[in-house]
Every structure is written in structure tokens, then in C-alpha cells.
């Protein structure tokens, strides 16, 4: 089985989110099951060229290797990528973005070619890369190299849709047909996400619940009516982590590791946080930690609703995140009015694995979350998740009980500032029964959302599309 994964960014490489981590860990885990992977992404100017040993192989192409050998292609191109950031400058979207990613969409099929690789199934993420299965419907139909291949549309965020004017769809190459209201218009607009999720042969998400719940109008992004039509070829496949990068037992950057059996390192890691941060040192005192993006769907204005009084409990509050600026302000406030806090907002990986290891509770009380990594990393280091009940955050944390003792976190559903509160509440009185509470850590340092099952999972789908005949589109 053959497999080109497109992804507009690949961990180590380049990450702004969650997506650089599926794309960095997901093909190395399915080499191991015998998948012959190659990856491909732009080569943009953050990546480190001497960091990595990465080769050139001509004018504009370029290569390295992850994992037990999958080869990562870079497409080169100085106008589009030699930028200071992946998609936008100081929360705005580069102009020219569709020609950027049409650039990598249409260099990615060329270097199949260059390279003599025909892969069965091309496996494209997102709407930076969802040009790539309308190629192979249109301009690519009769080309004998590409007829047979089929591909797979992975929906990351929802919320994210690539939208341009109906002005720019020369730049595509593509023919006016496609922009109708069975192809890429959406309300006069081209939308490319709804293009791929149209024209890709099987479609997934990072977790059931999402896939679910975005075929509904409160979740769908307006692309609610495309899912529930296309509901027969979507599915969930949950993310992993990758436990060797999130190991407590292992992990470098850490003061201390540990592990379930032996969970006196965190401490060290907490105290060690703390000092950093310049915040009381206290084994005792509950810390609560939060690294995210800060945008609206992670749940901010809920947490903006009720985070005075959160800060004026016997806690610390420790925040790592970077994006809009009205949270930047609102944290920059939190952080000069409340001396039990550290608010960082920047993007910074190390000071993340402290996090992670050095609190006591993690929050997620996200609108939305596809699949989450935050949670799944902080149950590796045995820090307790937070969570609303949404998408992969539903699928992952189970609200724990303080009769039955079973579960792995906190849990609330409604999406209101007060339901937040109360479950931080429910956690403190958790927390201080310390007993209880290192065995809940043990517990969920135990669970195992590693990527290996999540790759058995592809492989299904990949062995079950390469011998499924495919409907023809309305367009064909
Ligand atoms: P999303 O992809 O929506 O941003 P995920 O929870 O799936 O959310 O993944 C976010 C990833 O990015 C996690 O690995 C998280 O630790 C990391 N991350 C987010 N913000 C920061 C930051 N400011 N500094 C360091 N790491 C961050």
C-alpha cells in the first residue's frame, strides 16, 4: 500500500496546532504497520534547515526523513513561503494564500512523477490541501498516472474552511463549473473545505463524537448539509500522542521523572514550575495550568466569565497560550491584578512540557475540540483534564466519580461560565482528599490514547478504499 500524506504542517518541522502533530507522528506509525508513506509540505522559511538534515534534490524540491525512514518532501518556493509565519502576519490571513496552497497542491501531484511514486490512496488534511482531490476529479481525470488513485479527507477543525473570492478561481486553474452549489460555492464565495469534503472517496475526523456532532447546525460551520450527504463515507478516528515525545519517565526538559508507580517526581516538576514562574512554592497549593491557542473555541469567554473568581480560590493559574489579542489583554490584566498567577502569552514548547508535568489540573473548556491533544498529554503526565463535553474531549475524559472512584477527569456539559466553576470546585474538593487524588493521577497516567490504534484504524480504511469501486460525481 502506497500512501502520499499532504499536510500544510508536519512536527518537527513546522506546527501551529494539533495538525502538525497528527501529520509528524500518524505516517511513522503507519510505516510500522507496513504502509509505504512519503509526506509532503511546504517548505516555509521558520523550518531550520541545519537543524534537520535536509536534502535538496532539485531546484525546488527537497527531502528529510521521520521515523524508521518515511521521506517528508518539501516544496520550495521563495515568493510563497519565505515568510515569517505558515498562513497569516499578526492575525491576519497572507493575501495570497489560495495561490500559496494551490502552488503546494499542484507541485505535490507533480513530484508523485519527478519522484516515480503512485501511491494507491492520497491522504489530504484540511483545507490547505483539500484542492488536491478536486485536481484528481477535473484536471487530472484521464491522466493514467493518477486515475486510480482514490483519496482520503481528514477534517482537523472544522472551523478553519479556506474562503476566497469568487474572483480568484482562475488562480486555481480549475473550470467555472466546479463553482456551483454541488462544488466549491458557498454563499458567493469559493470555500475549499467544502470542496474536498465533496470531492475526497472517504472522509474522517479526529474523533466520533466530532464526527457527529458537526452534522448538526449548532457544530457544521454551515457545511452541516455536505456532511449529513456525504454521512455514509465519514467516520471518527480519534488522534494519539506520541508517548515517546510525552513520556514523564523519559522526557529531558523535565526537573524529574516518573511514572504511575512512582509519582513523587511530579512534585519536583510542580515546585520547579512554580519557582520558574515566580509563584509561591507550595506542594500543597492546587495548580491549575492552560496551554492553548487563545480563540473563541477554546472556551475563553466562559472561562473570561468566571476567571476572577477562579483566581481568588486558594489556587495558582498558570496560562501559555498566544492569538487574539482581546484574551491577550484580558490575561495581561489577570496577570497584574493577581499575584497567584503566570500568564505567558507566547508560543513556547518548552515551557509547555513543564506545564504539563508540573500542574495539578488541566483545563479544556472548549466550544469545540475536534479531538484535543492537551487532554491526552496531560493524562500522560498524570495531570488531571478539565473538560467540556465536546467532540474528542467527550471521547477521552470520563468525569470522575467520588463514589465509585471510577474515571480519568473532570467533566461539565453546558457551555456556561457557571458550569466551568462548579467543576473546578468538584476537582478542588477531589484534590484535597490527597490520597484519592494520587490514585486518580496513577490512573490516568495508565490511560493509553497512543497512536498505534489510531494507525490500525487508517490502515482499515486505507485496505478497505483501495478495493472499493467509487461512485462517479455529478461533474463526471
Ligand atoms: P489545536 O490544534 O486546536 O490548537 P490541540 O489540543 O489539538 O489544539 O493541539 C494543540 C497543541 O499545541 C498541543 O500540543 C498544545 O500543547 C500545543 N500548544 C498550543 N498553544 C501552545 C503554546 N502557546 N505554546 C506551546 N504549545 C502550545
Redesign the pocket.
Known amino acids: 500500500m502506497n500512501v502520499l500524506f499532504c499536510s500544510s504542517e508536519v512536527v518537527p518541522f513546522a506546527?501551529?496546532?494539533?495538525?502538525?502533530?497528527?501529520a509528524g507522528t500518524l505516517p511513522p506509525e503507519l510505516a510500522k504497520l507496513g504502509v509505504n508513506m512519503k509526506v509532503v509540505l511546504p517548505y516555509y522559511k521558520v523550518i531550520d534547515l541545519k537543524k534537520f538534515k535536509i536534502k535538496k534534490i532539485n531546484k525546488d524540491t527537497s527531502v528529510a526523513v521521520i521515523g524508521n525512514n518515511v521521506e517528508v518532501y518539501f516544496i520550495e518556493n521563495k515568493r510563497y513561503f519565505d515568510r515569517a509565519n505558515l498562513y497569516q502576519y499578526n492575525g491576519i490571513d497572507y493575501r495570497d494564500n489560495l495561490e500559496r496552497f494551490t502552488y503546494y497542491c499542484q507541485q505535490s501531484l507533480k513530484l508523485l512523477k519527478q519522484i516515480k511514486f503512485k501511491p494507491d490512496i492520497i491522504h489530504c488534511n484540511d483545507w490547505q490541501t483539500a484542492l488536491i482531490p478536486i485536481y484528481l476529479k477535473t484536471i487530472y481525470k484521464k491522466d493514467p498516472f493518477f486515475k486510480k488513485i482514490k483519496t482520503v479527507f481528514t477534517i482537523?477543525?472544522l472551523g478553519y474552511q479556506g474562503l476566497f473570492s469568487k474572483d480568484d478561481l482562475p488562480v486555481t486553474g480549475l473550470s467555472e463549473d466546479v463553482f456551483s452549489m454541488e462544488g466549491l460555492e458557498f454563499y458567493g464565495r469559493i470555500n475549499l473545505l467544502k470542496g474536498g469534503l465533496l470531492f475526497a472517496d472517504k472522509i474522517t475526523t479526529?474523533s466520533s463524537t466530532y464526527a457527529s456532532e458537526i452534522q448538526t447546525n449548532q457544530f457544521g460551520c454551515g457545511l452541516e448539509g455536505v456532511l449529513q450527504k456525504r454521512k455514509s463515507d465519514l467516520s471518527g478516528i480519534l488522534?494519539g500522542?506520541n508517548r515517546y515525545e510525552w513520556d514523564p519517565q523519559k522526557n529531558k526538559i523535565l526537573t524529574r521523572n516518573y511514572s504511575s508507580d512512582a509519582i513523587e517526581g511530579k512534585y519536583y516538576n510542580k515546585i520547579s514550575l512554580q519557582k520558574k514562574c515566580k509563584l509561591k512554592v507550595s506542594r500543597d497549593i492546587p495548580l491549575l495550568g492552560i496551554?492553548?491557542?487563545?480563540?473563541d473555541?477554546?472556551g475563553l469567554d466562559i472561562l473570561a466569565g468566571v476567571i476572577d473568581k477562579i483566581v481568588q480560590m486558594p489556587i495558582q493559574f498558570i496560562l501559555?497560550?498566544?492569538?487574539d489579542p482581546k484574551y491577550h489583554k484580558l490575561f495581561e490584566n489577570i496577570k497584574n491584578k493577581y499575584k497567584n498567577t503566570s500568564i505567558?502569552?507566547?508560543?513556547?514548547?518548552k515551557?509547555?512540557y513543564k506545564i504539563?508535568a508540573g500542574s495539578d489540573i488541566f483545563l479544556?473548556p472548549?466550544y469545540y475540540?475536534?479531538?484535543?491533544?492537551?487532554?491526552?498529554?496531560s493524562l500522560n503526565f498524570g495531570t488531571i483534564p478539565l473538560v467540556r463535553k465536546t467532540g474528542?474531549l467527550a471521547d477521552t475524559v470520563i468525569d470522575y466519580d467520588p463514589f465509585t472512584k471510577q474515571g480519568n477527569g473532570f467533566v461539565f456539559d453546558n457551555y456556561q461560565a457557571g458550569a466551568l466553576l462548579e467543576a473546578i470546585k468538584r476537582a478542588l474538593c477531589v484534590y484535597n482528599d490527597t490520597e484519592n487524588w494520587k490514585k486518580l493521577i496513577a490512573k490516568a497516567m495508565e490511560c493509553n490514547y497512543s497512536w498505534e490504534a489510531s494507525a490500525k484504524e487508517y490502515n482499515k480504511l486505507y485496505d478497505k478504499l483501495k478495493v472499493l469501486k467509487i461512485k462517479k460525481l455529478s461533474y463526471e
Open positions: 506546527k501551529t496546532g494539533g495538525l502538525a502533530d497528527v482537523h477543525n479526529v488522534n500522542i496551554i492553548t491557542r487563545l480563540a473555541q477554546k501559555l497560550g498566544t492569538g505567558h502569552l507566547a508560543f513556547d514548547a515551557l509547555a504539563y479544556m472548549s475540540e475536534p479531538c484535543g491533544l492537551g487532554q491526552l498529554i474528542g
